[in-house]
């Protein structure tokens, strides 16, 4: 995997968890992972800590490495978006004896993974029936709301990522447009991200529970999803108006992209809300787009449940990546 051909570690960092493996390509060119680790960032001081508290345990030596980070990869060092960790490819050289370091964006390389994910790594939401050879968009929320458009140019996946997480909501319905306005009482921006991440997860569901007139207390995510499933009504609005908000997203960069390829979900709070994404509500806000709905409904949605995808596609995106 690295410019001698040998093991090539990879990671990906994000706001909430770190996952890191050695990579190698088999014969036939698919890449393979081993020595998986996964483990919360809250546990390590830095990220040169999470890296060696692995190759502690690594059972192959790789002088090379591709890290997706959840940052602006293009400048040096790297400050992580939604942790307080700056990363630098100098430092990690130096650390640990490596000869290459790239970096490459986090959704970027989910993309880049997602798109030669086996059937089995998904769950479909949405039936359709994808054009071959045609864009790809990707797209969803974790700690943030990550967005991408895989095309082929010349027989091969080229990854465009993009910001589209931080596209403005657009409420349909008047309990959407109080929350909305409730909101904007807070900030001057009420972006996808914010109704669907989890990193505002608190503060939109404060604004929630005030609309409906229900008394609002913290609790933990898994709670409100058990609250919710369970029939409480304030919480199942909740979920479902950030089910709703990923799935309309979705569609809007589904005809921007010219996505007739299919469109993925993915992140770790998107597979938390499966069952929200998969209700007759979200599917149907996928393809509700006026004149352009017939267009969206031939178009399949997927959810990315296979986790390795973002380290499969650091590894494809290092060689695109080694500039220095």
Not at 88 to 115: H, I, K, M, P, T
Not at 235 to 264: F, K
Not at 268 to 297: C, E, I, N, Q, W
Not at 310 to 320: C, D
Request: charged share 20%; with cysteine.
């Amino acid at each position: 995997m690295s410019a001698h051909g040998g093991p090539l570690l990879v990671g990906d960092i994000g706001g909430t968890n770190i996952r890191l493996a050695v990579a190698e390509r088999d014969g036939a060119g698919a890449i393979t992972l081993r020595s998986l680790l996964k483990r919360p960032a809250d546990e390590f001081s830095c990220f040169e800590d999470a890296v060696a508290a692995f190759l502690g345990t690594a059972d192959a030596p790789a002088r090379a490495a591709c890290f997706a980070l959840a940052g602006p990869v293009d400048i040096e060092p790297v400050t992580l978006t939604n942790r307080d960790w700056v990363v630098s490819r100098e430092a990690l050289r130096a650390r640990f004896d490596l000869e290459q370091v790239a970096f490459v964006n986090d959704f970027a390389a989910l993309a880049r993974g997602a798109v030669e994910t086996p059937a089995s790594g998904f769950e479909r939401l949405k039936p359709g029936e994808a054009a071959p050879d045609a864009p790809v968009v990707i797209g969803g929320p974790g700690t943030g709301f990550g967005m991408a458009i895989a095309a082929r140019f010349e027989g091969a996946w080229r990854i465009l990522p993009g910001e589209g997480g931080h596209q403005s909501f657009a409420p349909q319905s008047a309990f959407e447009w109080a929350v909305a306005e409730a909101l904007r009482e807070k900030t001057s921006h009420v972006s996808t991200e914010m109704i669907a991440a989890g990193l505002h997860a608190e503060t939109v569901r404060r604004a929630v529970y005030d609309v409906l007139g229900e008394a609002y207390a913290p609790l933990h995510p898994a709670d409100i999803r058990a609250a919710a499933e369970a029939g409480d009504g304030a919480a199942r609005a909740y979920c479902q108006l950030r089910a709703d908000a990923v799935m309309a997203s979705l569609g809007d960069a589904a005809l921007l992209a010219g996505a007739r390829g299919g469109a993925i979900i993915a992140g770790g709070v998107a597979t938390a809300l499966k069952s929200f994404l998969a209700s007759a509500s979200s599917v149907a806000r996928f393809a509700s787009h006026g004149p352009m709905s017939d267009y969206l409904a031939a178009i399949p949605v997927d959810l990315l449940v296979d986790q390795d995808a973002p380290l499969v596609g650091a590894a494809r995106l290092f060689s695109l990546s080694q500039t220095r």
